[in-house]
């Protein structure tokens, strides 16, 4: 039983949406301020690598084609000089960094969330395995092995992005590898004032469900930013509201008070205790469950486009020798 305390940051702020550049420098900045504050763990917003496709929530397709193009020159490349970068950060804070971002993998980009260790090893590097709504017209889909949960320096830590969560079974994967600390995100700056009370409901009952600890944090666009994705005041109010950065115990409780508006950070200590205190009580993959009855089948291998096989022999090389 770990009897240990962690702290961790939570981290609302707003990118740079002229492109990775500037987004990553803030996140540099971020890392640095969360390590001056004692954090041991600092999480970042939903695809905050360049920026969250706003673009894609409010225009029709028709009207995409730039935005998109654009988003696809900004976005990350892993590994790459911006992830090195991370790395460096994390290694000399001595800090687990949960970062966003849009990934580009040759001709597609995916909604990706990169872990990295205090040692500033990649951890783990997961897609988002579902894109929500008009996300799809934006990323690509993920796959069942990024359902991980991966020991770092601060414990087991999992990772879902935004509507995963609405997604009971890719919850129940992280669960039964007994994640200590969940880092989740979601874009913020989006649908209106009911996303965030949606999104502080779904934190707190993941908590008290798997019996972890939940680090949330949700982006921030400023009025200039808002205006700049489009100058229609009816459109307008789809990319604002809708954040709740917050850090969530396993008792379903708020560890500090969540941040709602604004740009800023969350600090908790999570006292790891509190673990086995509600698992106890309440261990739902253990002796809560009921797996002679209900049971998960998780495909956790890499998809690929791409078998290879080796070509058959030639039915003359394949023939039985002949006696001569």
Known sequence: MRTDTIRAAAVQIAPDLSGRAGTIQRVLNAIEEAAGRGAQL???PETFVPYYPYFSFILPPVQQGAP??????????????????VAAAARRHGCVVVLGVNERDHGSLYNAQLVFDADGTLALKRRKITPTYHERMVWGQGDGAGLKVVETAVGRL?????WEHYNPLARYALMTQHEEIH????????VGPIFGEQIEVTMRHHALEA???????TGWLSEA?????HPDPALQKGIRDGCMTCIVSPEGRHLAEP??????MVVADLDMRLIAKRKRMMDSVGHYAR???LSLNHDARPTATRHERAAPLPEALEAEPQDV
């Open 225 to 229: 930013q808002i205006a700049s994705i």
């Open 291 to 293: 797996p002679e009855l």
């Open 42 to 44: 600092v999480v970042f």
């Open 259 to 264: 941040l709602t508006e604004g740009e800023g």
């Open 183 to 190: 880092a989740s995100h979601f874009p913020g700056s989006l």
């Open 211 to 217: 019996g972890c600890f939940v680090v949330n944090a």
């Open 158 to 162: 999992g990772a879902l992005a935004c």
């Open 68 to 85: 998109h193009l654009k988003l696809t020159e900004e976005a990350v490349v892993v590994p790459s000089p911006e992830t090195e970068a």
